[in-house]
């Protein structure tokens, strides 16, 4: 774990922070920052969490010989943009696929729109006659049995992968939900208790990096974290951001502070990413962009 403070000028400071994945995911590291904010400056001790460290009791240690879980990401030529969408778009991106893909069923979540929406202006650039598979993280802990609370610390998470039967963002919208709902608390039992997803992490590994089958594009979602909880003893933070994360083909979700948008931090190949962001119907849909 490592953090840097930051004193400005102005008066103001910018907390950066880091931790292993090896040892936590994304929600376990937000869990950590706003139990260390609310003690060391307001010795809430009450309302502190009680965090769970059972995770290697409830999927115990696998041999994993012949698979590298850093196979595949690749650095080198990688540049990263964050594209900010207003939530009026985001809502617009729901109901737009609402109509084609959902008509008797929940409308897409935010991150199901925009996720279809920012692939399919990848596909459009880089071109369609290719093979991809787009992967979505997933939090494991509502869907297991009994489900974990949230202030569970570990990586507790897992991969959702959908080849998409059409290159349309109408038909990876339904494709990708299907798919997530998969990973259900059966789906978690034989993760406990098999060897089924490290095979198939092995599988996936091969077809990418051997025989160049599939184009992997992945996705992950911060929406909804408690990321703006870390009240220091200033008040909430006035912006939560994230690092650079320079693995080819990675998007990760951040929700705005307010109006419901969705900050997306694209890392592509510094040539596909010229072609991205010069797209006329994304340029349509972003009200802010920059270099991370």
């Known amino acids: 774990f490592g953090v840097q403070l930051n004193v400005f000028d102005c008066g103001g400071i910018a907390i950066g922070a880091c931790l292993s994945h090896q040892i936590a995911d994304g929600l376990s590291f937000f869990m950590f920052l706003n139990s260390w904010a609310a003690f060391a400056s307001r010795g809430e001790q009450a309302v502190l969490p009680n965090p769970q460290f059972i995770s290697a009791k409830l999927f115990p ?17 990688i540049i990263c943009k964050m594209f900010v969408f207003d939530g009026s ?66 990586n507790y998470y897992r991969i959702s992968l959908t080849i998409p039967s059409l290159n349309t963002e109408e038909h990876l919208v339904k494709q990708a939900r299907d798919q997530i709902k998969k990973i259900d608390k059966d789906y978690v039992r034989k993760l406990q208790y098999g060897n089924d997803h490290l095979d198939f992490l092995k599988d996936s590994s091969y077809r990418v990096l051997l025989k160049g089958e599939l184009v992997p594009f992945n996705i992950t979602s911060l ?38 948008g969705i900050e997306a931090y694209v890392s592509l190949k510094v040539e596909d990413m010229t072609k ?17």
């Open 276 to 292: 991205f962001e010069a797209d006329e119907e994304l340029l349509a849909c972003v009200s802010k962009a920059r270099v991370c």
């Open 223 to 260: 929406c909804r974290f408690p990321l703006y909880d870390a009240d220091f003893g200033w008040g909430e933070p006035t912006w939560v951001g994230s690092p650079a994360l320079t693995f080819k083909n990675l998007v990760v979700f951040i929700d705005t502070k307010n109006g419901g």
């Open 61 to 77: 240690p696998k041999n994993i010989s012949g698979f590298d879980p850093r196979s595949g990401i690749i650095k080198e030529n």
């Open 89 to 154: 778009v985001v809502e617009s991106l729901r109901a737009r696929y609402a109509a084609t893909s959902f008509e008797n069923e929940k409308h897409p979540t935010r991150v199901e729109a925009l996720s279809a929406f920012i692939w399919s202006r990848y596909v459009a650039v880089t071109g369609p006659q290719r093979t991809y598979a787009v992967v979505h993280a997933v939090n494991l802990r509502p869907k297991m049995e009994p489900p974990l609370p949230p202030d569970s610390f570990g």
